[in-house]
């Protein structure tokens, strides 16, 4: 199960924290990734962090924006969301990571999703 918050609606610039608890499954071995859908969009990944938390991977358009981070002693997977522009509307999902196509995650399970919204 997977249970996400944090999301809502924001200025452009604004900050969000997302947040995914997690549980079922043994947090701390799987790679885990964010992804996120915009209206009328199919889903686009967000960042992938490894299971020692200390490799993490962003796509190029919130690199220098984003931040992915994970407590394994909360099974907990996070988002820092700085500079948000209305692109980044979207529902943003977390996801498990079953294993890599060359570089890009495959994800077997996803959260429910949080919306953010960013307009003024």
């Known amino acids: 199960q997977y249970v996400e918050s944090g999301g809502g609606m924001v200025q452009p610039g604004g900050s969000l924290r997302l947040s995914c608890t997690t549980s079922?499954?043994?947090?701390?071995?799987?790679?885990m990734s964010w992804v996120r859908q915009a209206p009328g969009k199919g889903p686009e990944w967000v960042s992938t962090i490894d299971t020692s938390g200390d490799v993490t991977r962003y796509a190029d358009f919130v690199k220098g924006r984003f931040t992915i981070s994970s407590d394994n002693a909360k099974n907990t997977l996070y988002l820092q969301m700085n500079s948000l522009k209305p692109d980044d509307t979207a529902l943003y999902y977390c996801?498990?990571?079953?294993?890599?196509?060359?570089?890009?995650?495959?994800?077997?399970?996803w959260g429910q999703g949080t919306q953010v919204t960013v307009s003024s």
């Open positions: 079922g499954f043994i947090f701390s071995i799987f790679d």
């Open positions: 996801a498990r990571v079953e294993g890599y196509s060359g570089t890009s995650p495959r994800h077997d399970y």
